[in-house]
């Protein structure tokens, strides 16, 4: 099993940019497909963006799409998420969460998550 850190949180403005990190240990992240989740107070947890094993397909929320950038590099064993212009509503604690195979946006897919970073964004 795939241990999963996340890290890059913190407090911005409305329009600012955050980058978020999600490290593995224990297992190759190269072999798992890789997604990204947000949960806000009192809401579900949603699908933000997704990379394939081999960083050849991202897939984003709609919500997301055009703002944050998803990547990967497996020799570091790293997924990143960049988030640009933020807004109020991206306030969440987001969860990276590995898969061995391919995209899903449904959380109950996903066997393998890390503890959360929160993300505030004020306005």
């Known amino acids: 099993q795939v241990q999963l850190v996340e890290s890059g949180g913190g407090l911005v403005q409305a329009g600012g940019s955050l980058g978020l990190s999600c490290a593995a240990s224990?297992?190759?992240?190269?072999?798992?497909?890789i997604s990204w989740f947000r949960q806000a107070p009192g809401k579900e947890r949603d699908f933000v963006a997704a990379?394939?094993?081999?960083?050849?397909?991202?897939y984003y929320a709609n919500s997301v799409k055009g703002r944050f950038t998803i990547s990967r590099d497996n020799a570091k064993n790293t997924v990143y998420l960049q988030m640009n212009n933020l807004k109020p509503e991206d306030t969440a604690v987001y969860y990276c969460?590995?898969?061995?195979?391919?995209?899903?946006?449904?959380?109950?897919?996903?066997?393998?998550w890390g503890q959360g970073t929160q993300v505030t964004v004020s306005s």
């Open positions: 969460a590995a898969r061995l195979w391919g995209y899903s946006d449904g959380a109950g897919d996903f066997g393998s």
């Open positions: 224990g297992r190759a992240i190269s072999s798992y497909t």
């Open positions: 990379i394939s094993r081999g960083a050849g397909s991202t």
